[in-house]
């Protein structure tokens, strides 16, 4: 599991046991890399759309939270 969403999930008190249950087939975790990933989209849309140059992009912010491409 990324140490990252571990981590925020503490803070949410978010127990661990919850973190692995399968609601059909998917985990908490795979809920919260799907967040990840859609947020990285947006912010390399909007990069795009508003000629961003410097700062962070989408694969950086994966990066950090450890999810895959």
């Given at each position: 599991?990324?140490?990252r969403i571990r981590e925020l999930a503490k803070r949410a008190e978010i127990p661990n046991n919850i973190l692995i249950t399968t609601f059909p087939g998917k985990t908490i975790e795979k809920?919260?890399?799907?967040?990840?990933?859609?947020c990285a989209d947006y912010l390399d849309a909007f990069n795009k759309e508003h000629h961003v140059l410097?700062?962070?992009?989408?694969?950086?912010l994966k990066q950090h939270f450890g999810v895959e491409e």
């Open positions: 599991m990324n140490e809920f919260a890399e799907l967040i990840v990933k859609e410097e700062g962070i992009s989408g694969a950086e």
